[in-house]
């Protein structure tokens, strides 16, 4: 088993999953992502709950979050990780099509780590996803495990 901890990518968007994905695989980077496809999902996996009950107890690198989700959006899975005293450290990166400047503040007064707008351009969206993956997974310094934490 690898040492590198997974990227967790919430997206319902079929299209942005396997850009995400071939983006994050061009980048080199050798991180597992795992992909949930709502909000619920998302919780989850981060509360090993459902089918992942049985996963390893290694936390994502980063959460790459789509603010627009069925079941539970966004604003909520942020809302729900950031008042969690063991996941208020996981850095969360909201990755959306919303330019909305309502979504933008909220984001942050929930503790989003960064709000990055999907480029609609290809090689931007390229670039941005590498930008991403690159600083979160190998360049930033997480902190340490809360003791009792999860």
């Not at 459902?50 to 690198?61: E, H, I, L, Y």
């Not at 627009?68 to 990755?95: F, H, I, W, Y």
């Not at 979160?136 to 495990?145: H, I, S």
Request: proline share 8%.
């Amino acid at each position: 088993m690898s040492d590198l901890k997974p990227i967790l990518l919430v997206e319902d968007n079929p299209k942005d999953i396997e850009l995400t994905l071939a983006a994050l695989e061009r980048c080199g980077l050798a991180n597992d992502v795992v992909v949930a496809r709502d909000g619920a999902e998302a919780l989850d996996y981060l509360h090993r709950r459902g089918r992942f009950a049985s996963r390893n107890t290694v936390d994502p690198a980063v959460v790459l979050l789509d603010l627009k989700l069925p079941k539970v959006d966004g604003l909520q899975v942020l809302e729900a990780l950031k008042g969690s005293p063991q996941m208020r450290a996981l850095p969360v990166v909201m990755l959306t099509s919303s330019r909305e400047e309502c979504d933008l503040v909220r984001s942050y007064q929930l503790g989003v780590n960064a709000f990055v707008v999907k480029p609609v351009d290809f090689q931007e969206f390229f670039a941005a996803i590498r930008d991403l993956g690159m600083f979160w997974a190998v360049l930033n310094e997480p902190p340490p495990r809360i003791p009792g934490g999860p």
